[in-house]
């Protein structure tokens, strides 16, 4: 089965629970994330087969100018893992960091990268207080690092992106932060 992701992101909370309903009633997806991200904002992200996802991202995307939807086709597991949160030990040997303008990009830009470089995700951060925005930690060597951090602008756009850091070679107590 190519598995696939729906990423919706809400300003109105309470339409984001009624939708949530009306796309567990309707399709097989399983749901991935579902929470506040900050005041007033609510990310939803669902996995399932291709079409599933489509038709999803088709029927209930667009339904308002207040919802934000995008999809990734084909996403590769640690993705998967990172969303769900489910961390493998890993030696941090360099770290990138990339400050996205909105959650919805962050998965779009985190499955790219791992399918062009030699690289592996730490962290995507979504929390609530950070006011719709994402930060994507990803380790590697320093080139691969260096190149897919410069790379992320040319998926989103320069414009959807607010910061990238490069740490060589990072503290203990940073690594730890982020392991």
Do not use: H, W
């Not at 919805?104 to 929390?127: P, R």
């Amino acid at each position: 089965m190519n598995l696939s992701i729906a990423i919706l992101e809400f300003i109105n909370i309470a339409e984001a629970y009624f939708i949530l309903d009306k796309i567990i009633k309707t399709f097989t997806v399983d749901i991935l994330k579902a929470q506040k991200i900050c005041p007033g904002k609510f990310l939803t992200v669902f996995s399932g087969n291709t079409s599933e996802i489509l038709d999803l991202v088709n029927k209930f995307g667009n339904i308002s100018v207040q919802i934000k939807s995008s999809y990734v086709t084909g996403i590769s597991n640690e993705t998967l893992n990172a969303i769900s949160r489910i961390k493998e030990s890993k030696n941090i040997d360099n770290i990138g960091i990339i400050e996205v303008k909105n959650a919805v990009n962050s998965f779009i830009i985190a499955d790219t990268l791992l399918k062009n470089f030699e690289i592996d995700i730490l962290k995507l951060d979504f929390a609530t207080g950070l006011f719709g925005k994402a930060v994507i930690f990803i380790n590697g060597a320093l080139s691969d690092i260096t190149n897919a951090v410069n790379f992320s602008t040319d998926i989103v756009g320069p414009d959807k992106i607010i910061n990238t850091q490069i740490i060589s070679s990072p503290c203990d107590e940073l690594k730890s932060l982020l392991s």
